[in-house]
């Protein structure tokens, strides 16, 4: 399997984004997408994914952080659809638990070519510092819409909302590791009955 990588400009009246992932990566992150919080959260992928990611985003923050966080999202999804072309002999699906602290998530990834998002946060708060929690929701929405793939997320207990949203971040990067890895029983062949995802 060669190297899985891919680059995405998206430039609209909201926001200009320019994004590189390869991954097939070591963990190494550039993120700056004018919302620190989110910069963080992003480089949990990176970090625990073992996914390479150059992110930059100049977004109208002067009105809300809502289209920067929701076109981050479209835009790694645009790009982790292009780095895993026709998909041939991968996992294609992933799940993991991570705790932190008194918090606990599971994640559940299918590269299905199907997209669909099952976000259940019961948040302990409405910010996290600046930040408004309901565009964690926003910025998964469009990487799963761009992506094309299915993702279950559960927060299944937590008190700290940056414990509750940091234990997601990190068990989507575990999951999305596993569904990415090349599946020694599956080279060359599509992980599906249909033939394509």
């Known amino acids: 399997m060669s190297v899985r990588s891919a680059s995405i400009v998206r430039n609209t009246q909201e926001t200009r984004i320019r994004a590189e992932i390869c991954l097939d990566g070591s963990g190494q992150g550039d993120v700056h997408t004018g919302m620190p919080f989110l910069d963080h ?6 970090r625990h994914g073992l996914i390479d990611i ?17 076109d981050c999202g479209i835009v790694l ?7 895993l ?39 302990s708060r409405a910010r996290i510092g600046s930040f ?3 565009l964690f929701r926003e910025f998964f929405q469009g990487l799963v819409n761009h992506a094309q793939m299915t ?15 940091e234990s997601v971040f990190k068990s989507f990067a575990r999951a999305l590791r596993q569904a990415v890895e090349a599946d020694p029983g599956m080279q060359g062949v599509t992980p ?6």
């Not at 991968?90 to 993991?96: D, E, N, T």
């Not at 669909?116 to 948040?123: A, E, M």
């Not at 993702?151 to 949203?165: E, F, K, S, T, Y």
């Open 54 to 70: 150059r992110l930059h985003c100049d977004g109208d923050l002067r009105v809300d952080d809502h289209h920067s966080a929701e």
């Open 192 to 197: 599906s009955t249909k033939g394509q995802l």
């Open 85 to 123: 072309g026709d998909k041939r002999g991968i996992r294609r699906y992933g799940h993991a638990y991570v705790p932190l602290d008194e918090s606990l998530s599971r994640v559940v990834v299918d590269l299905s070519g199907r997209p669909g998002l099952f976000y259940h946060i019961d948040f």
């Open 77 to 83: 999804g645009q790009a982790l659809a292009a780095a």
């Open 41 to 46: 959260m992003i480089d949990q992928i990176v």
């Open 132 to 134: 408004d929690v309901d």
């Open 151 to 165: 993702v279950h997320i559960d927060n299944l207990r937590g008190l700290n909302a940056h414990h509750q949203i």
